[in-house]
């Protein structure tokens, strides 16, 4: 299963209990403990080590935090809330319901 999610140049598909997401023009960056950002091209994640995802209110942004602290941003995005409900329902699969 492969969405584009909220960017043409993002696209998220999930693989058993993984999550692969890609972008070719660098909007997945990795939030160091320094406060630096690194531009990333795929990351592949548990979806279980997923403890948060958020979507910010002031920016385009998307936030996933996995279990060792990790952050990963899903930067300046063109449909935000699209890619949060899409990571959500990786996450839970059949168990989300759409709540509009």
Known sequence: QQNRMGN???VARKIGSFMEVTSE???IKRELSTGDRVSLRRIFVQLDDIVSVSCKNDDN???MTLKNGVE?????LDEPVMVYRTICRYIVADEYEDED
């Open 25 to 27: 023009d660098g909007a």
């Open 72 to 76: 990963y941003l899903l930067d300046e």
């Open 61 to 63: 942004d998307v936030v």
């Open 8 to 10: 043409l140049n993002v």
